[in-house]
Structure formats: structure tokens, C-alpha cells
């Protein structure tokens, strides 16, 4: 596969380039109210005392300005999407077709229930569909995202110890391979971080968990698979040890679409797990939201899962608030709805054998990939991996020592491909992580290998290529020790300094 050598990329000029005195974009109608209305509602210390520095620009320009920049942005509608952890994959678009039906998004949240049977029944069927996944025995939808469920599941844990009159755990334990949350939902809970060292195989290391659990462990915080695409081995005897000490298992779904299917978290020892919905239910990723987090539970801890919960009698749908150990409401109304109608139509779409077809084919992926490609790079951790692994640049280096992941991948847009994760997990020196996930197809894969090997090719025969890496995107190489030195903060280019 050739990339092209070099291009002239044209810089996309920014909405103020574009602006001219008296250009208008819109029409607005009278305001029909008193000339100040706002003075009333609106302390005078916040009031604007001159009009904010926008641009002037017609209709126009703007719609073609902002199609101009996303036709320059990559998406996975536009072609592979290979980051690791984070399963920027395809989502099925009927899931937005039913997602945003207007009998859904026109629903104002205060309906009350006799009302909004529908959504309610959507609500509560999902909980019951996650619960069975996972094998727990309730679930909260209210949570933003999957960061805001991690921490509402480290709050319940937190309640249930103070409710039991346990003063003595103070601690969290996580592996040093775990995502960058994990210790922050601990920390903003008030636990002290442990931190214990994971095994040359990538795996927890049981000596070392053994030696770090005490009276003062509170939890222990596991990705499973971890965030080098292995699943823990030795799973039941970490839940095991862990239990006998008193402590809670935590579980972070975030690759709950590797063993979808094939293994439920309650039955491997865990206690309470987030779901990223955007990662496995078909719900969008980034961007900051809406999202949703759900957070699922066994027995010991479902007292304390934010109120409301969606409950039924056997007559009606109805949200429960009362449920006197919640640790509180921790978002507005019951979160963000659509992304649950959304999650609901892909379980439901695919079914059950439909879901552990989607692990199955995730982790057969990831398989093929790696071993398509170990042997132009080094594998990180040489054995079968689950939906995602990791590659390094050792084999790149020694033909030049600048050769390091950054240049690679940025070689690699050169190829129309978006990069993978890199340089994470940190136990890893110069980490590239790649994840196929279970939507893209062989002849997908396929090309991806081929522009790879050429790759690697180019780190051998014109490493220089490679070092000033891409040539043909909008924006080259960039001096980012300069960028983080002198960022740009707003529109008009002043840095903080």
C-alpha cells in the first residue's frame, strides 16, 4: 500500500477570517417584553456592559464553514477507528432512529407516571436486560456517564462501610495498569490510593495484592479484561482474597464488550461495576455528553444506588424514591433518557445470542490483527489477548532512535486512518493499543495491515518520512513543546502567559 509523499495542506480559515461588518446569519423576531427584562432576574454584577466579540457572518458561510471542518474530521462513519479502550466502533443507526422518536425526546421529564407508562417500561426493562448481563441484582440508569457511575459505586461503597459503623477502611487498592479514574473516583471519595505493581505478564500479581490488602481495604478496582487486553486468570482467586478481608470487588466495565455474553462480573467475585453504554450499547462516545453510566449492584449494596430507582407493582411503572440508604440523586430529573432508548434497541436488536456473537467476534478481531502484525512490531504482551493488545516501537527504533510510537502513528494518517491509543497504559514504554472491535470487517482489517507493514517498511528504508510525519493532513507536524508552552486559549490566539 503507497500513502501519498506530500501534499500542500491548506489550513481551513477560522470563523473571524471569515468575518465582515454586517454580515447576518439570522433573523430574529421582536423580543415583545420591557427593554431590561433581564436586570430583574440577573444580578447587575453579571450583566454584560458591552456586547460579546462575535463574528459577522452570513448563513452562508457559516454552513459551509463548519461542513468544511467536518468533512475534515475524522469519524468512524468515515473509515476505521482503532483506538484501544476507548471502542470508537460502529453503531448501528437504528438505534438513533428509535433513540429520537418524538413520543421520547418530547417527553418533558416532569410527566407524571400515569402518563409516561412508555418511558418508565424503557427504563425499567433496560435495568432488568443490564442486570441479567452482568448478573446483578439491580441497576441505576440516573448516572451521566461512566466516570460519574464509578464514582457513585465507590459512594455506595463508602455508605455501606459508614452505615455499618466501619471506620477503619481508608483505603483503595488499583493495579497500575488501571484507567486514570479509577484512583480519581477513590480519591474524590476520600480514600488514599495503594497502588500495587502488575506481573511481567500484564496481569495483577497476587503476591503483591496479598501483601497490600488489610483491615483498611476498602475496595479493589479491576478491569477485566484489563487495559492490556488480558483477562485476570486468576480472577476468582483476587475476588476470593479480597472478600476474606472484608473489602468490596469493583468492577470497571469498560470492557464489558470483550466477555459480553460469555461471562457475567457478578459471577467472577464482583460486587458493584459501571457500564459505558457508549462503549457497548450502541450510545454515542465524546464530545462530553449527554451519556449514561449505569451502575449495577449485588443485594449488599443495591439499599444504597441513587433514588429514584424505575420500580413496577404489577399495575404500573413508577420511579421509587423511597429508599431511606440512597446516597442521594446525582443527576437532574433520571438522567439522560434517549441514551437509554438507544442501549435498549441495540440489546434488544441483537439478543442474546446476538451480543456474545459481538464479543466473540470483537476478541477474533483483535486476534487476527495482532498476529497479522507481530511480526513487523513488537507485541507487548505475547499471548491471546481479548478485544484489544498492544503493540511497541522496539523494532522500529533500531534502525533510528527517533522512531518513537508518535512518529508511527502519525505516519499512519497518512493512510486515511485515525491513530490508535498511545502511550497507555503507562506500564507499557511507548504503547500503541489497537482495537478492532467486532464491527469492522476482514477486508477492513485487511488494508489497516497493509498500510501498517508499509509502515514499518518506511521506518526502515526512509525513516525520515516517517519522523515528520503526516504530509497530508491539514495541519503537519506540529512543535508541541511549543503548543503546551504557548497554548491558544480563545478565539483571538492569547496564550496564558
Not at 190 to 198: H, Q, T
Request: with cysteine; charged share 15%; aromatic share 8%.
Amino acid at each position: 500500500m503507497n500513502a501519498p509523499l506530500l501534499n500542500t495542506p491548506v489550513l481551513e480559515p477560522s470563523i473571524f477570517e471569515l468575518s465582515h461588518v454586517g454580515a447576518q446569519g439570522v433573523s430574529l423576531p421582536a423580543v415583545g417584553v420591557e427593554e431590561n427584562p433581564l436586570e430583574s432576574l440577573i444580578p447587575p454584577d453579571f450583566l454584560r456592559e458591552a456586547a460579546p466579540r462575535l463574528p459577522e457572518i452570513s448563513q452562508m458561510d457559516a454552513v459551509r464553514h463548519f461542513l468544511r471542518l467536518s468533512q475534515l474530521n475524522h469519524c468512524i462513519d468515515k473509515e476505521f477507528y482503532p483506538l484501544g479502550s476507548c471502542t470508537m466502533k460502529y453503531n448501528p443507526k437504528v438505534c438513533d432512529y428509535y433513540g429520537m422518536l418524538d413520543g421520547l425526546t418530547r417527553l418533558h421529564p416532569m410527566t407524571p407516571a400515569h402518563l409516561s407508562q412508555g418511558a418508565l417500561k424503557i427504563i425499567y426493562t433496560l435495568q432488568q436486560y443490564l442486570a441479567d448481563i452482568t448478573g446483578f441484582d439491580a441497576v441505576s440508569l440516573q448516572q451521566a456517564a461512566g466516570a460519574q457511575g464509578e464514582l457513585v459505586g465507590i459512594m455506595m461503597i463508602k455508605a455501606h462501610f459508614a452505615h455499618m459503623g466501619d471506620t477503619q477502611r481508608t483505603e483503595v487498592i488499583v493495579p497500575d495498569s488501571a484507567h486514570g479514574t479509577n484512583p480519581a473516583s477513590a480519591a474524590m471519595c476520600g480514600y488514599k490510593i495503594v497502588e500495587i505493581k502488575s506481573g511481567a505478564n500484564g496481569l495483577v500479581d497476587l503476591a503483591r495484592l496479598k501483601a497490600a490488602l488489610s483491615h483498611k481495604t476498602a475496595a479493589v478496582m479491576l478491569t477485566n479484561p484489563s487495559t492490556v487486553g488480558l483477562f485476570e486468570k486468576d480472577i476468582l482467586e483476587i475476588t476470593r482474597l479480597v472478600h476474606e478481608v472484608g473489602a468490596f470487588m469493583y468492577y470497571d466495565g469498560a470492557n464489558l464488550n470483550a466477555v459480553m455474553g460469555q461471562a457475567k462480573p457478578a459471577q467472577m467475585g464482583f460486587d458493584v461495576m459501571h457500564i459505558n453504554t457508549h462503549k457497548t450499547f450502541a450510545t454515542p462516545h465524546g464530545g462530553g455528553g449527554p451519556g449514561c453510566g449505569p451502575v449495577a449492584v449485588t443485594k449488599t449494596l443495591a439499599p444504597y444506588l441513587p433514588a429514584p430507582i424505575a420500580d413496577f407493582d404489577g399495575q404500573q411503572y413508577f420511579l421509587n424514591e423511597d429508599r431511606p440508604l440512597s446516597v442521594g440523586k446525582v443527576k437532574a430529573f433520571y438522567g439522560n433518557f434517549e441514551m437509554m432508548a438507544r442501549a435498549l434497541t441495540y440489546i434488544q436488536a441483537y439478543g442474546a445470542e446476538g451480543l456474545s456473537q459481538v464479543s466473540q467476534d470483537a476478541v477474533l478481531n483483535a486476534n487476527y490483527l495482532k498476529a497479522c502484525l507481530q511480526e513487523d512490531y513488537q507485541v507487548a504482551f505475547d499471548q491471546v489477548c481479548k478485544h484489544e493488545f498492544i503493540l511497541t516501537n522496539a523494532k522500529q527504533k533500531v534502525h533510528d532512535s527517533h522512531l518513537n510510537t508518535m512518529a508511527i502513528v502519525k505516519r499512519l494518517m497518512d493512510y486515511g486512518y485515525h491513530p490508535p491509543t498511545v502511550y497507555f497504559p503507562l506500564i507499557v514504554h511507548e504503547a500503541m493499543m489497537f482495537e478492532p472491535t467486532e464491527t469492522e470487517s476482514k477486508a477492513t482489517l485487511d488494508h489497516f495491515v497493509a498500510a501498517m507493514k508499509a509502515i514499518a517498511e518506511e521506518c526502515r528504508t526512509q525513516p525520515e518520512l516517517v519522523l515528520n510525519a503526516p504530509h497530508t493532513t491539514p495541519v503537519s507536524k506540529v512543535d508541541e513543546v511549543a503548543a503546551a508552552r504557548n497554548p491558544n486559549l480563545n478565539y483571538f490566539g492569547q496564550s496564558a502567559s
